[in-house]
């Protein structure tokens, strides 16, 4: 069965520097997708950013990075330029397999919500 | 625009009360689920559906019910056999044998609580 561990409840950023928010996962699969959602207090889920087992390089989109190693299994996101809209609760998630099938879901971790102050 | 619309966003139940969570999406999606949040924790899901007239139960299905008559709509019952249903449901879609990179389309969550 797949797993995810976030271990940070709470993390605290100033605004304009950088944070990391970690993940680590466990699977037995060699083919699976990981995700990161937010979730403002409004309660929407907002899709941030993707990362394939196979994909060779780390993904970005915009302020968004994943810090994907796979050998240590953990996929952490890396917010730069924090803004004070960031403050939010984020889930990082997984899915067997990186093509969609019958059968696949996504797993969630507990979530960590993260503070950005003045 | 497509998207995933849930119904009500606050509802309250009595004890001893079944209620109908809404959820319909017009995404041409395969697959639907329930999840549910309690407050400062993950989602858990409910139950999925990845095709019409055919369910299946997720980790925490005792005291819930749903049925898939069409691929467009989901719903949610909540039966009075759920002892601790305070909480918010997020309902989500998503295509099958396509590789996505956002995982799920998700809707903005109804709000129950017990009165």
């Known amino acids: 069965a797949q797993k995810i561990t976030q271990t940070q409840p709470g993390m605290f950023v100033q605004e304009k520097e950088a944070v990391t928010l970690d993940c680590t996962y466990d699977?037995?699969?060699?083919?699976?997708?990981l995700f990161w959602y937010k979730q403002p207090s409004s309660g929407e889920m907002i899709f941030l950013i993707y990362?394939?087992?196979?994909?060779?390089q780390n993904a970005t989109e915009g302020r968004y990075s994943l810090n994907f190693q796979k050998a240590r299994k953990s996929a952490n996101l890396v917010i730069s330029a924090s803004q004070l809209g960031d403050s939010a609760m984020y889930f990082c998630?997984?899915?067997?397999?990186?093509?969609?099938?019958?059968?696949?879901?996504?797993?969630f971790g507990e979530g960590t919500q993260l503070t950005v102050n003045p | 625009d497509g998207g995933i619309t849930q119904s009500p966003k606050y509802l309250f139940r009595k004890e001893g009360q079944n209620v109908t969570l809404s959820c319909e999406q017009n995404?041409?999606?395969?697959?639907m689920y329930w999840y549910r949040q309690d407050p400062g924790q993950g989602l858990r899901l409910i139950y999925y559906?990845?095709?019409?007239?055919?369910?299946q139960k997720g980790d925490i299905a005792e005291g819930y019910s749903v049925s898939r008559e069409k691929k467009e709509s989901f719903p949610l019952t909540v039966t009075s056999a759920q002892k601790n249903p305070t909480a918010f449901y997020l309902c989500?879609?998503?295509?099958?044998?396509?590789?996505?990179?956002?995982?799920?389309?998700f809707g903005s969550g109804t709000r129950l609580t017990v009165v």
């Open positions: 989500a879609s998503s295509p099958i044998w396509t590789r996505t990179n956002y995982g799920y389309t």
């Open positions: 699977t037995s699969d060699q083919s699976y997708g």
């Open positions: 990362q394939g087992s196979y994909d060779e």
């Open positions: 998630a997984m899915r067997e397999g990186e093509w969609e099938t019958s059968g696949s879901r996504l797993t």
């Open positions: 995404l041409n999606h395969d697959a």
């Open positions: 559906s990845q095709i019409v007239n055919d369910f």
